[in-house]
């Protein structure tokens, strides 16, 4: 698994990447409307802003699948994504959408209220500014990937949160978000990642954890890097399984992965390293 780390990062900014948010139009409808969907991991933190209001309306990620089955044969995967639209705690609607290669397809809206399905088709977007935005926990979550490294939280009781992000290291490098549970406490959180400074090989994480008590998201210390081999949190990936968050690097021809499992006081304690070295 540890040789495989660039592999995994490359298709994850390539996955990571399609996720902007997508401007969408109405197909055959004698009053054309319009509206903006963003979506981040696995279609997590989802949510759509019709134009012309300015509120917002939550949906909730009802089923994803993702078909790797053309890899082999040179294909773009493909994502299949169905969300429950959320008003007033109630379902409202579905929404439906399929995509490929940085292109979406096969988009439906279905109203509840009496099953008619509207056709939606994407309005392809050159002037993208790389910014972005997810919902959480009732929180929304503004960034850009691209061209700024502004962060900002604005909580449901109108309170803000103002966070400046680590700058990539080449301009030409796109910032990640990654929605994930991280602490394993079933609540999602947020991640962000860029490159390392030096040849880019792996990324370098910032994660920021929903408090559910506080109903806030607060940085991840990191950890103690006295006993492990990466002295950063890179490469971050998670086993729900067994409840444990990794890390990975590579120093000379070897790669590193550090275990680590969250302790009682909530901070991330050292397990165990396992290395590998280039073939």
């Known amino acids: 698994m540890l040789k495989n780390l660039f592999l995994s990062w490359l298709i994850l900014f390539s996955v990571l990447l399609s996720a902007q948010p997508f401007t969408l139009k109405s197909v055959g409808e004698v009053k054309e409307f319009r509206l903006k969907l963003y979506y981040g991991t696995r279609g997590k933190g989802a949510f759509v802003q019709y134009a012309g209001k300015k509120g917002i309306i939550p949906l909730?990620?009802?089923s994803?699948?993702?078909?790797?089955?053309?890899r082999n044969e040179g294909q773009p995967d493909i994502e299949y994504y169905v969300w429950?639209?959320?008003?007033d705690g109630k379902i409202n609607g579905v929404y439906t959408l399929e995509m490929m290669h940085h292109s979406a397809s096969n988009i439906t809206y279905?109203?509840?209220?009496?099953?008619?399905k509207f056709k939606l088709e994407m309005i392809e977007?050159?002037?993208?500014?790389?910014?972005?935005?997810y919902l959480l926990h009732g929180a929304v979550l503004a960034f850009n990937h691209f061209y700024h490294h502004h962060f900002t939280i604005t909580y449901p009781d109108g309170k803000k949160t103002a966070i400046e992000l680590p700058a990539p290291d080449k301009p030409s490098f796109a910032r990640q978000s990654i929605?994930?549970?991280?602490?394993?406490?079933?609540?999602?959180?947020?991640a962000f990642s860029v490159p390392d400074d030096g040849m880019g090989v792996y990324s370098l994480f910032d994660i920021y954890l929903y408090n559910p008590e506080s109903k806030r998201f607060e940085?991840?210390?990191e950890p103690d890097y006295s006993h492990s081999s990466c002295s950063c949190l890179c490469d971050v990936s998670v086993d729900q399984a067994k409840k444990l968050l990794m890390t990975g690097c590579r120093g000379g021809a070897r790669w590193h992965q550090d275990l680590y499992h969250f302790g009682k006081n909530g901070t991330l304690q050292w397990i165990s390293t396992k290395e590998q070295t280039e073939e």
């Open 60 to 62: 909730q990620i009802k």
């Open 64 to 70: 994803f699948k993702a078909d790797h089955s053309g």
């Open 84 to 87: 429950n639209e959320i008003t």
């Open 110 to 116: 279905t109203r509840a209220k009496d099953g008619r």
């Open 125 to 133: 977007d050159k002037q993208y500014d790389g910014s972005d935005q």
């Open 179 to 190: 929605i994930e549970d991280y602490n394993f406490d079933g609540y999602e959180d947020i």
């Open 219 to 221: 940085k991840l210390r």
